[in-house]
């Protein structure tokens, strides 16, 4: 959950005694949801699909616009088609994190296959810590299952919810309870640090395309358009030399997921600065073009502008 020192410095954190009633009565319907069986979560969700897509119709406009600008050579139609699947995976993955609360670990291994394990095993058999690289792409919340496969200690590095402590509590349990431990972005640093110095080999796990401030000092292309990257993750591999692998997720079939762990840097400490992003962000460009309508399309990822004085890196 969100530390008290947080809640403190931003006011957006705090939650009023009648959101946090309302914040938990929906709390307790989603705990409900999660265990039923699975035929009846995804008629929620294609119930849910309607609704967002004929009626709410869910930020049809941001969606639209962002897929014209990273696929200029489709046609309208093409561009309908993907948002509707879209749409439709969107609702799957918001209730397969639901369905996540409740599930077993010998249930979720008929779901969500791993693939690659023995790659960071053998790096924590020499004593390295590894930083592994996803994105909003697919079930990635489902990455969190990896843990009882690999030997070093999970680190989910996170956003907290601003004012819904009750939600924050709700995905903490989902993404701990196989053995992972969530770590507020703004700690991460110092907290790999501290399992580090312990003699503790860690997985630093980052779904490392969420949108920095403006003012960020790497930007790039990204599907056609300028767009800014959180330095972090390069950073805290080059520190430590501790390898880069990339987190490929799959979807096999509804419901189903396969996760490829691709080693993306060996030796950090080698490479010429920012190469360690632009391997990331190529590496997601090719596989959003491949099957696209599984991106998060709805977020306002290219909201800013790249400031003066910033160089695009290439």
Sequence with gaps: MADKKLIEKDRRFHESFLKKVGNGIIVFILKIISILPFWIVFGISDFLYVIIKYLVRYRKQVITENLQHAFPEKADDEITKIRNKFYRHFCDLWLETVKMHSMSYENMQKHMVLIGAEKLNKYYDQGRSVVILTFHYNNWEWCTAMQPEVKQQGLIVYNPIRGNHAMEKFLTHSREKWGAKCVPLHRSGREIVKY?????ATLAVLAADQTPPANAQF????????APFFSGPEKIAIRGNQPVVFAHTRKLKRGTYSVELIELVAEPKDV???????????????????????????HRRWKHTRPEGIDLTT
């Excluded at 580090?196 to 503790?200: D, E, M, V, Y």
């Excluded at 930007?219 to 300028?226: A, D, I, M, P, S």
């Design 196 to 200: 580090n110095l312990q003699g503790k």
């Design 219 to 226: 930007w790039t292309t990204f599907l056609n358009r300028e």
């Design 272 to 298: 010429d600065p920012n190469e360690i992003l632009l391997r990331y962000v190529r590496k997601i460009e090719e596989i959003i073009r491949e099957e696209p309508a599984y991106y998060l399309w709805s």
